[in-house]
């Protein structure tokens, strides 16, 4: 049986959807899949060496759970429903966000995204950074991990087009 | 059942389970088998979707007090 493929385009760059594309990438390669990532955008953020600036934000987000990660059950199962407007008046709010949020994921079982990546890393999935988007922002290479290879739409299509699944994140 | 391997991935939620499967399984040869035990309410459609999609027969799949063991048998 010919080998599966897999392409994914990951564009946003926070900690909540940097799940998806290395969740399924590094599940994809167990099952025997080839697998490419295209990051794009807000995406590149998931290639940078140092993964510890990921953050996760509630506000403007009515569809995350703000929940506690520890104390009682009755006080975990309470969900803090703060106005947007407060949430964009308190000075790190994000980060506190962040913070419980990694509990949260800590507390189920979760991995975390460096270790997903490095999964991925592991099986052989391919990293490819977008060269536009490098320039854009003004990053540099060196921002990133080794290993990755950069390039443009082109370069996305030459395995996108012979993929069996391709997924836009 | 008798096994070759075992894997304690209790604790661990999608995709650690199968991702660590995979990797046990690489340790072994064909027709060794691997028993997983796993707490992830989820890992028993994906054991079974893991096992079909890979060639690895799924001997077994039980559940005891909130524990999942699982027997694989390597393709």
């Known amino acids: 049986m010919e080998q599966k493929k897999l392409a994914l385009i990951a564009t946003k760059g926070t900690l909540d959807w940097a799940y998806p594309p290395f969740i399924l990438a590094s599940t994809a390669a167990a099952l025997g899949y080839e697998v490419q990532i295209f990051f794009t955008f807000y995406g590149l953020q998931l290639l940078k060496k140092d993964l510890s600036h990921l953050k996760v934000s509630p506000l403007g987000n009515p569809g995350m759970p ?6 009682p059950k009755w006080f975990k199962g309470i969900n803090w429903n703060i106005p947007n407007a407060v949430q964009a008046l308190v ?11 990694k509990q949260t994921i800590r507390n189920n079982g979760v991995a975390s995204i460096p ?8 099986a052989e999935v391919k990293l490819i950074g977008c060269q536009m988007t490098v320039d854009l922002f003004g990053f540099d290479h060196a921002d990133f991990i080794d290993g990755i290879e950069y390039g443009g739409a082109a370069t996305f299509f030459e ?8 997924l836009y994140i | 059942m008798d096994f070759d ?3 304690d991935a209790r604790g661990l939620n999608c995709p650690l389970p199968i991702l660590r499967t995979k990797k046990s399984l690489n340790e072994l040869t064909s027709g060794q088998v691997l028993k997983v035990r796993a707490t992830d309410p989820g890992s028993v459609k994906d054991m079974q979707a893991f096992a079909k999609q890979t060639g690895n027969e799924l001997v077994s799949s039980t559940e005891n007090g909130g524990e999942y063991v699982f027997m694989l048998r390597k393709g």
């Not at chain 1, 000075?91 to 949020?101: F, I, W």
């Not at chain 1, 395995?159 to 391709?166: L, N, P, Q, R």
Request: include cysteine; charge should be negative; proline fraction near 6%.
């Open chain 1, 66 to 71: 703000m929940k506690m990660p520890f104390g």
């Open chain 1, 91 to 101: 000075p790190g709010y994000e980060s506190l966000a962040t913070v419980l949020m």
């Open chain 1, 115 to 122: 270790e997903l990546r490095e999964l991925c890393i592991e």
């Open chain 1, 159 to 166: 395995f996108a087009g012979e993929s069996d699944i391709c």
């Open chain 2, 5 to 7: 391997k075992e894997l």
